[in-house]
């Protein structure tokens, strides 16, 4: 039995979401932040050395880091390949794994700068600038994408659709995605899908 060690509020939830829509049997352990810090609990160490969420337990094997998570469940349970396409099928998974993994390692850093400057309620010109340029480049290159076509991938929804909705959803949050309404389009799209439901009812967002 899969275990999901799920900190609110924060990226866990789109594992929920994940886990919700491959049907898969699965125990959520919920942390709360420190309120003042905003960091997580000392318990998530006791998990993973880092501390930090999403972690998987899968009967003792520990899978941290929301990319390799998302692998690890679609190798197990989505062998009919309703999520992601098979490797067999080089270019479309090449395509796939490169959607799959943008969001965290390109989108996220100029989103979390823009977050944190705005947390601190200190102007800092030099890196709002950056960071305003940055996240514009990737609004319009996820945009460009999603023009006539409603998913990721083009007409149906794989487990990249996961990841980008996180995205958008923080920049929503950080009040850049009014400009993009492909993409907030997009996102209630996908927010309407009957496991994102689920996932915000069980893990109660
Ligand atoms: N690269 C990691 C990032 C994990 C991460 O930073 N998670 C945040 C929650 S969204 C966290 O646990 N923060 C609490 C802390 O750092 O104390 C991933 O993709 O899973």
Known sequence: MITLHHLRIGRSIFTVWLLEELGVDYEL???HRNPETM??????????????????????????????I??????????????????????????????????????????????????????HEFLQGFSDKEIALHMNHIAEQLAGNEFILGDSFSAADIGISYMISMAKRLGVSADYPTLEAYLARNQSRPAWISAIERAVE
Request: aromatic letters at 10%.
């Open 39 to 68: 960091r997580a609990p000392d318990d998530l160490k006791q998990v993973h050395p880092l501390g930090k969420s999403p972690v998987i337990d899968d009967d003792g094997l520990i899978v941290s880091e929301t990319g390799a």
């Open 29 to 31: 352990k919920v942390y």
């Open 70 to 123: 998302t692998s690890y469940l679609l190798e197990k349970f989505d062998q009919d390949h309703k999520f992601s396409p098979p490797r067999s099928d080089l270019e479309q998974w090449a395509t796939f794994t490169r959607w799959l993994h943008y969001p965290e390692g390109s989108v996220f850093t100029p989103l979390l700068m823009r977050m944190l400057l705005l947390r601190s309620g200190q102007p």
